[in-house]
């Protein structure tokens, strides 16, 4: 499995990003806090879900909010091209899988790619950063071993956690000679207990007895409360009779004189209603009768007429405008009138000569054809006469330099010597060569002089120098005298030119390439001057004409210009003149429409005049507004009084309906009382209120006898008697409550010996104490045995996990280890004791915690890189390395750099780093900056 795209929506600091790797080995490089820990996060957050939130793990959602999430273009074996989407959704994200034959899928999909992994048995495996080889360096041999051993079989670490958290919890519970574990605990409490309920069991013959007694005074306690609520019940019912006995007479009484009243009916508060009936029917008489003496003063007025002033006001913007538009229209008129004057007295010509110019754009063409054309020959003539003064300048100044390098030429004598020491220069190079090899017969003294030769063919091929090109043929001869000659001695002729010119060879060498220079600076000199001479003859004969100018000329005096009038201001006067012509026409239309504005300003004088409003136009609205103001308020007035007349004409009339409603309700309580006039009514009124006083006092006294219920009169026996009785049921009570005293007293001395019988604890508390002690130590019992035999189970499997898959392991990762250290350790063992050991080339073992903390973390790294390899058919993952090597030397780093290029065949190694050193040692590798992935393509 390849990873061979990262689309990235948002995530972390990263959003809108799509970064291409295309090939198994990929370093993603950038400096501290470029977002390179965040792009391995969203791998593997991608692949296995997102971390609930609040937990220890981060979630990258991004802080400025946006889409959470993106995909993994991978490449699978098994299953082709697949793309893994992961975006924010529920607590993990929500995944979509698409497969390359167009399907698709969720989770159970997602699975099947990852062969059933999580993201334990991943970042166990294949995903490791500094911060795990960091934390090395703190463990002790025990957790490093166990470590290393995670390292080397799959759920290893799980499996340890979980046994030893079932030994923890063990520990809690049971150990053979503990005092605070829970169990040890619980079997000392249920000692004492059982202690404490035998010496409880010892008082029991005391006990019974004293129990036996409580159920006999409880018994006559029982009685004696029965007597005394049979008593209490007769004195409640002798009170409650000599109470109800004065109300029973007042009943009876009142009953009789109700009798005697005649029952004729009468209206509920009937004569209140007639009394309130008259007030109204006497207030709403008088009320009317003073709303019908005002209505006879008021009298209907006429409305005020401003139909034609409202007209006229709602015409005050256009009139307005009309007035802004005449004073625009003037200040226009005049304004043209200056700018007619102003062109006038700048053309210099009559009105009418201006406005019969012609100023039509096929004339403004030809004129600036002219224009264009004498401007172009001017500047050609300027052109062509700043080039020959420059040439001529040129020539001058070449001339100098030729007078001056003449005057500073070489004499015939050094002429004659930088000849001769061409000519010799070789020879006296073969001599000097001769002189220095001797006579060597070794053929290499010839081979490094034919060297030197040929260094000096290339040097004076790159100058251009021929003292180099000497110097390489007397290297070249020396070279070839030496391999003929081999062992001669030196020629006399070589003697003689070694003692006339050695130690002169710089000044010679000088002096030839002076000589030089200097034929050649001549040479180059006279050819240059004679081309510009040349160049100069061509200019003069090819001076330019004249003829656009004249033509100009004759446009001017055809139009009527002056002919001394320059080009610009002949376009410029054409222009004039045709502002002039619009100037004019512009005036001509201007003048018109003020006419028109007048004349309607003088008809809207006049309409005003028609409505009785005689003014100058700067005054007239004016006017208008407050005459228009002082009508509406006449109308308003009018309104006000008309609006009154009718509210008072309303309210007479609805107080004269009132007045008869009012006479008709008296009529008709007078019908309900059944009399004739108000006096019959008064007095049936009287009747009726002496009955309803009767009945008033009547209903409480029988409210107070239904509150005292069911009143039976005692057989023979009026209020003395019943006093009598009320006193002998006191005196028997107090009897009653002597002897219920005596009984309590008893009962309470009984209740103190049991309860002193039973200090700290009753019997049936401690047995029962004793019983769920028991069931507390058999539940934390089975607790134990069955963590008990998890761990066995799991220490099993593990030791079955160590001798299958282990070994396989093993041996890849000491081959690994051997080849990381640089063959300083040839072996990665595991002790009797299960502690790692690594054994040395010479022999001697080390404990994991006496290695460096380097050598530390290559038996990490071979260890993982060794179950990696394991798994390449059963977990084919890409490897991510968060910066692992920051503390391996030079030597170790390279073998390490080996290693994954040879791995990278099975998977695909994606590296995080912000040092150099990496790139620089993978230079096939892909390297990609993440720092100038800022912002990528749009998603």
Not at 106 to 130: C, I, M, N, T, Y
Not at 200 to 214: E, G, L, T
Request: charged share 30%; proline share 3%.
């Amino acid at each position: 499995m390849q990873i061979r795209k990262l689309v990235i929506y948002g995530f972390g600091r990263h959003e809108d990003r799509i970064i291409e790797i295309d090939s198994e080995l990929a370093i993603f490089h950038g400096p501290n806090e470029a977002g390179k820990t965040t792009i391995q996060q969203f791998i593997i957050q991608t692949l296995f879900g997102y971390p609930v939130r609040g937990g220890a793990s981060r979630r990258y959602e991004p802080k400025a909010g946006g889409r959470f999430g993106g995909q993994l273009h991978i490449e699978d074996a098994d299953f082709g091209t697949v793309i893994i989407e992961r975006v924010n959704g529920k607590s993990a994200g929500e995944v979509t899988v698409y497969f390359e034959d167009g399907s698709r899928g969720g989770e159970p999909a997602l699975q099947k790619v990852l062969r059933g992994a999580d993201r334990a048995s991943f970042e166990a495996v294949f995903a490791f950063s500094v911060h795990e080889l960091q934390g090395l360096e703190r463990m002790t041999e025990e957790e490093l071993s166990r470590t290393l051993l995670a390292s080397g079989t799959t759920g290893m670490d799980t499996a340890l956690q979980l046994a030893d958290r079932l030994e923890k919890d063990m520990g809690q519970l049971f150990k053979p000679n503990g005092r605070n574990p829970e169990m040890n605990r619980l079997m000392d409490e249920l000692r004492t207990t059982e202690t404490e309920l035998h010496k409880i069991k010892n008082k029991s013959q005391v006990f019974m007895p004293a129990a036996d007694r409580m159920p006999a005074i409880d018994g006559l306690l029982v009685q004696l409360a029965a007597e005394e609520q049979r008593i209490k019940k007769q004195m409640k019912e002798t009170e409650k009779w000599l109470q109800a006995a004065p109300l029973v007479a007042r009943k009876n009484q009142l009953r009789q004189m109700l009798a005697e009243l005649p029952a004729t009916p009468f209206p509920a508060d009937g004569r209140n209603r007639l009394e309130r009936l008259a007030e109204r029917l006497e207030e709403a008489s008088a009320a009317a009768n003073v709303l019908g003496e005002e209505l006879k003063t008021q009298q209907k007025p006429e409305p005020p007429d401003s139909s034609a002033l409202e007209r006229l006001l709602t015409q005050e913007a256009e009139w307005h405008r009309e007035r802004a538009a005449i004073e625009q229209k003037r200040d226009d008129q005049t304004k043209l009138e200056d700018e007619r004057n102003r062109l006038i007295g700048l053309l210099g010509m009559d009105e009418a000569e201006v406005l019969a110019a012609d100023v039509s754009i096929r004339q403004e063409e030809e004129l600036k054809r002219l224009v264009a054309a004498a401007a172009a020959e001017e500047e050609n003539r300027r052109f062509w006469q700043r080039q020959l003064d420059s040439e001529k300048i040129k020539l001058a100044e070449q001339e100098a330099d030729l007078d001056r390098l003449m005057r500073n030429a070489p004499d015939d004598e050094e002429l004659e010597q930088a000849e001769e020491w061409q000519r010799i220069s070789a020879e006296f190079a073969e001599a000097r060569a001769a002189r220095t090899l001797g006579k060597t017969s070794q053929p290499l003294a010839s081979y490094g002089v034919a060297a030197f030769g040929a260094v000096c063919i290339l040097i004076g091929l790159i100058n251009g120098h021929l003292l180099w090109f000497a110097g390489a043929a007397a290297f070249l001869a020396i070279a070839g005298w030496l391999y003929k000659t081999g062992s001669k001695g030196l020629p006399e002729h070589y003697e003689k030119l070694l003692q006339q010119y050695e130690g002169r060879e710089a000044e010679l060498n000088a002096l030839v390439t002076r000589t030089a220079g200097y034929h050649s600076d001549i040479q180059q000199l006279e050819g240059a001057c004679d081309r510009t001479a040349d160049k100069v003859e061509r200019l003069i004969k090819e001076e330019p004409e004249t003829g656009a100018a004249g033509q100009f000329r004759k446009w001017l005096i055809g139009t009527g210009l002056p002919v001394n009038t320059g080009r610009q201001t002949a376009v410029s006067l054409l222009e004039k003149l045709r502002d002039l012509q619009a100037v004019s026409l512009k005036l001509e239309r201007v003048s018109r429409e003020l006419d028109l504005l007048t004349e309607k300003v003088q008809q809207r004088l006049l309409e005003a005049e028609a409505a009785g409003i005689v003014a100058s136009a700067d005054e007239l609205y004016t006017l208008i507004r407050t005459e228009c103001r002082r009508r509406q308020d006449q109308q308003l007035a009018f309104d006000q009084q008309e609006e009154k007349r009718e509210k008072t004409l309303a309210e007479h009339k609805k107080l004269e309906t009132l007045c008869a409603k009012i006479k008709q309700e008296i009529q008709s309580l007078l019908q309900e009382a059944g009399v004739e006039d108000e006096s019959a009514f008064y007095r049936l009124s009287q009747q009726a209120a002496e009955w309803n006083r009767l009945l008033q006092e009547l209903r409480p006294i029988e409210d107070q006898l239904n509150a005292f219920g069911e009143i039976q009169e005692p057989e023979d026996t009026e209020e003395r008697t019943a006093g009598d009785m009320l006193i002998q049921c006191e005196e028997r009570l107090k009897q009653l409550e002597m002897e219920r005293k005596e009984l309590l007293q008893e009962r309470a001395e009984k209740v103190q010996m049991l309860e002193h019988l039973m200090t700290d604890g009753s019997l049936a508390d401690k047995q029962q104490q004793l019983e769920a002690q028991k069931a507390e130590l058999a539940a934390l019992a089975q607790k134990w045995a069955v963590d008990r035999a998890i761990a066995e189970a799991i220490r099993r499997t593990l030791d079955e996990l160590k001798e299958k898959r282990l070994p396989a392991v093993l041996a890849g990762a000491q081959a690994i280890f051997s080849r990381l250290t640089g063959s300083a350790y040839n072996e990665l063992a595991m002790a009797q004791d299960g502690y790692f050991e690594a054994v040395r080339t010479d022999g001697f073992r080390f404990r994991i915690t006496e290695l460096s903390q380097a050598t530390k973390e290559q038996a990490y790294l071979a260890l993982r890189l060794a179950l990696a390899a394991s798994l390449k058919t059963e977990q084919p993952f890409p490897v991510l390395l968060d910066d692992p090597f920051v503390h391996f030397d030079r030597s170790r780093l390279l073998q390490m750099i080996s290693l994954m290029r040879e791995m990278k065949a099975n998977h695909q190694f994606i590296y995080f780093t912000c040092h150099d050193t990496i790139t620089s040692l993978l230079p096939e590798a892909q390297v990609i900056e993440v720092a100038a992935h800022e912002r990528s393509v749009k998603v």
